[in-house]
């Protein structure tokens, strides 16, 4: 049997906790997340729909990476339609020129819509049409559409048999070895839940094995930005982070100070939401929405993130199913003795629980910091500069009632990717090293697409 995009979407789409109409909320309504960051007189046709990409990644309750993948469909989808009619960049996917006089920014909705209907396996019927009433009838709206319908199909023909495997997709199905010494992940157990705050049931599979395999966007590989080995759990590195973690990521930490807290459930952001990537797309449209780009330099921009938050989550999950480490709570809870490591730190602790809820999936490497990573250097790259000093809240407090009315800080772009990096490790659930080589990987993401994927025409 042949796996296809269409079938793992579709199964994901049914094995949904909650399943939407595709009625995503307009501005200025709770459910719509641009209000919340988006001056008035910023409000466009690509922030509107990615804002209906989020909505829907939210009523859907998507995981992180399946929440990276579809977004990365539209937003391509969207940027390519408006691009071959502008031929502002070169693009690597051959979708070729749109016919002169079309509208872009129809195109770009038509695209978007019809590959977001696909992505999310929803079909945006009425989004669509509100979109098109706000333009007049017109020569350039008809072949607007026509050649946004036509561009979403090239890119989704393009992306058929791109690895994304369907309803066995939390089966290891032979993509990747397992380990057999004392580092191998394990579920740590049923213990996956916070009160008040998200829960996860029990299980006995790790989420997505294979999605390291999917075919990238931007990177020449899922394993080309693949992490280095993971320390041996007998040497001094090793026992350093065990004995940190233990102390700062339990949920009784006597270190952890109340600003760390803070930080931990801020970024949490579980499948309850937008989720990690996009959180990071939220930021992306914050922060790029005074910057004065043209629709085009804009499309560019937010599908770039969209593509390398999927590219980061591919990078990402390479890692953590071809290392296959254990969590810290595995380790701290019932595997240390096996370790063999001669520092007495390593020992066990049968009553820790890590602060935030430890996920259902392997280690090494951090998502979340290859996300932030990824999503902090291509803004930069955008913007010009990294020093941007911003402030934002939880685009999604219900998840955590005690961020209700918190708004945090950062000096830099680099500084809230290394915030949001580090409240793994405030929140127990990741090793030191998962984030800095997490950190590494999404630079690098970043850099190469920033570069090489949709450079400007001569």
């Known amino acids: 049997m042949t796996h296809t995009r269409r079938q793992f979407l579709k199964n994901a789409a049914a094995a949904s906790a909650l399943l939407m109409t595709g009625c995503a909320g307009p501005y200025d309504q709770k459910t719509s997340y641009t209000s919340q960051i988006i001056k008035p007189r910023n409000r466009n046709t690509i922030f509107h729909w990615v804002d209906t990409a989020l909505q829907q990644v939210r009523d859907q309750r998507a995981t992180a990476p399946l929440a990276a993948y579809c977004c990365s469909l539209p937003l391509a989808a969207g940027f390519l339609a408006a691009n071959g009619i502008l031929q502002a ?41 509100a979109f098109l009433d706000r333009f007049p009838g017109s020569e350039a709206k008809s072949l607007g559409v026509r050649w946004g319908r036509a561009a979403a199909d090239k890119v989704l023909k393009m992306r058929t048999n791109d690895g994304a495997e369907p309803s066995e997709a939390n089966y290891y ?51 080309q930005f693949r992490a280095s ?13 065990f004995d940190r973690i233990r102390r700062i990521g339990g949920m009784d930490s006597t270190i952890r100070t109340a600003d760390q807290e ?37 499309a560019r921009a937010i599908a770039l ?16 199913y071809h290392h296959d480490i254990l969590r810290p709570e ?14 007495s730190r390593v020992a066990r602790q049968p009553d820790w629980r890590s602060y935030i809820p430890t996920p259902e999936f392997p280690s090494y490497t951090s998502g979340h910091s290859t996300f932030g990573a990824a999503a902090a250097e291509l803004i930069a790259l955008v913007y010009g500069r990294d020093d941007v000093s911003f402030s934002g809240r939880s685009p999604d407090e219900v998840l955590w009632p005690q961020l209700r009315g918190v708004t945090r800080h950062w000096r830099s772009l680099a500084h809230m990717a290394e915030e949001n990096g580090m409240s793994r490790i405030y929140g127990g659930v990741h090793w030191e090293i998962d984030h800095t080589a997490g950190m590494k990987a999404g630079q690098a993401i970043a850099r190469q697409a920033f570069h090489s994927t949709f450079p400007k025409k001569a």
């Open 89 to 129: 960049y070169e693009e690597p996917f051959g979708i070729g020129p749109g016919p002169r006089g079309a509208d872009p920014e129809v195109a770009y909705g038509v695209a978007f819509a019809y590959a977001a209907a696909e992505a999310f396996q929803q079909p945006f019927l009425f989004e669509r049409m």
């Open 173 to 223: 199905l032979g993509r990747y070895e397992r380990r057999t010494d004392s580092l191998r992940w394990r579920p740590t157990g049923p213990f996956y839940g916070a009160k008040p705050g998200p829960a996860f049931a029990s299980f006995d599979r790790g989420l997505y094995p294979g999605h390291g395999r999917i075919k990238p966007w931007t990177m020449k590989s899922g394993s």
């Open 229 to 241: 080995d993971f320390y041996d759990p007998k040497s001094p590195e090793f026992a350093g982070e």
């Open 262 to 298: 803070q930080i931990a459930l801020f970024w949490e952001d579980g499948p309850w939401g937008i989720t990690q990537p996009g959180h990071m797309i939220y930021i992306a449209m914050q922060i790029l929405q005074d910057r004065d780009l043209s629709f085009i330099e804009l």
């Open 305 to 320: 993130v969209g593509m390398t938050q999927c590219d980061a989550s591919i990078c990402a999950w390479d890692s953590k």
């Open 330 to 343: 595995t380790a701290i809870r019932m595997r240390a003795p096996r370790f063999g490591n001669p520092d």
